[in-house]
Every structure is written in structure tokens, then in C-alpha cells.
């Protein structure tokens, strides 16, 4: 299975936007890129997903890079809520749709 | 409302006394999987279940059983819990359809092995 490269923590400043790497330099074609984030004293939750174009939701946008070997998480304002761990996966779609779980990028965001 | 449910959420107990954690989805999702948390190691996976009757080892799976009988349920069983399998565990469920589907997860499991 590909792997994901992520820092282990970040700071953030309230209402700044926030960019998280993620480094997938093994990424297969029909590898999609996840994102989900877990906030203290809960379950992850998904946030965004992509296979190459860029992708935007209510929560964060994703940027691919063309060679698919790097993306960035974006949250555009962040707020104090958004602290938590933001983990990037690789995974396929279908039958051989296993997601593993890194350690992630704990996010800090200050007042 | 879709959901994963965990049971227990809290169990503290002594070593090699038999115990399951059950895990139940309402999505019709192919796809579960069992996690364990520990503090600075991520999200480990310890056993995962493509569909009915089909399992596979995850990373960490030594200590532990699952079965996967019915669609809907996953239970995680410890048979003789040991003080190392002190953790807190997620259970997770996806589609595997091709619209690649995003995991959902159920609120947790913390378990104390005296």
C-alpha cells in the first residue's frame, strides 16, 4: 500500500487560513486522496476526497498537484474549532477499498 | 440517521476475562474495519472486513478475534485481554461501491485491562 508523508503538528492563527501538506510520492493511478480529521475526545470524520482535479466542500478545499505526488489540505478561515488531527490517506475506490490510518498532523489554532 | 454504534463506550476489566465489543452499522456498508488509539501512534488497524464471512489481518491483530456474520455487525473480541491491549478502539464502515465513499466511524471505545 502507498504511503502518506505528513508533519506532526502545525500552528494556525484564528480566522488565517491554514495549508496542511501531505506528501504521497508512491501514489498509484487508481489511488483517490482522503482526508479526515479527528477532534479531541472523538471519532475521525471524513472531510474531503479527490483523484486529480482540485476539490472543494463546505469544509476545506483540496489541491492535487499534477503529478500527484504531493496535495494540500486547505482551510480557508480557520477557527478554533478546526483544531484537531488531520490525517491524509491513500485509498482506492471498490472492492480493494482498505484505508490506512497514519499519525497525522496535529493542528493547533491560536486565539 | 446513519450511524455506527460501539458497545460498550467505557469497560474496565481484569486480565484474561473474555470480553467482546460489539459494532453495529445501519448504511448497508460492505466494508467495516477495527482501530485501535493509542496516545502518539495514530489510528492502528487491527482487523478489517470486506464483506459477510470475509476478514483480514490489519497491522496490530495479534490478541484479538473478529467475525463478520451479518452485514451490519463487526464484533471485536479480546479472548484473554492482556494490560498492553489497554486502548481506546474505533470501529469504522464504508461503502465499496465506485462512488468511492467516505468512512464513517463510530464515538469510540475505551477500554481498561487491569
Known amino acids: 500500500d502507498a504511503k502518506t508523508t505528513q508533519p506532526n503538528s502545525m500552528e494556525s492563527n484564528e480566522e488565517e487560513p491554514v495549508h496542511l501538506p501531505c506528501n504521497h510520492s508512491?501514489?498509484?493511478?487508481?489511488?483517490?486522496i482522503h482526508w479526515y480529521r479527528q477532534l479531541p475526545s472523538q471519532g475521525p470524520e471524513y472531510v474531503i476526497h479527490?483523484?486529480?482535479s482540485n476539490v472543494n466542500n463546505r469544509m476545506a478545499s483540496l489541491a492535487i498537484a499534477e503529478d500527484r505526488k504531493s496535495s494540500t489540505l486547505i482551510l480557508h478561515r480557520a477557527t478554533l474549532r478546526d483544531a484537531a488531527v488531520y490525517y491524509c490517506?491513500?485509498?482506492?475506490?471498490?472492492?480493494?477499498?482498505?484505508?490506512?490510518f497514519g499519525k497525522g498532523t496535529k493542528l493547533s489554532v491560536k486565539p | 440517521e446513519a450511524q455506527v454504534t460501539q458497545n460498550p463506550r467505557y469497560l474496565i476489566t481484569v486480565t484474561g476475562k473474555k470480553l467482546t465489543v460489539t459494532c453495529s452499522q445501519n448504511?448497508?456498508?460492505?466494508?467495516m474495519s477495527w482501530y485501535r488509539q493509542d496516545p502518539g501512534l495514530g489510528l492502528r488497524q487491527i482487523y478489517y472486513?470486506?464483506?459477510?464471512?470475509?476478514?483480514d489481518k490489519g497491522d496490530v491483530p495479534e490478541g484479538y478475534k473478529v467475525s463478520r456474520k451479518e452485514k451490519r455487525n463487526f464484533p471485536l473480541i479480546l479472548e484473554s485481554p492482556s494490560p498492553n491491549q489497554t486502548s481506546l478502539y474505533f470501529c469504522?464502515?464504508?461503502?465499496?461501491?465506485?462512488?468511492?465513499?467516505?468512512?464513517?466511524f463510530g464515538d469510540g471505545t475505551r477500554l481498561s485491562i487491569l
Open positions: 469504522a464502515s464504508r461503502g465499496l461501491d465506485r462512488r468511492n465513499q467516505p468512512q464513517h
Open positions: 508512491t501514489i498509484s493511478g487508481t489511488d483517490y
Open positions: 479527490g483523484l486529480t
Open positions: 490517506i491513500l485509498g482506492k475506490a471498490g472492492s480493494q477499498g482498505n484505508l490506512i
Open positions: 448504511m448497508n456498508h460492505e466494508y
Open positions: 472486513s470486506m464483506n459477510v464471512e470475509v476478514t
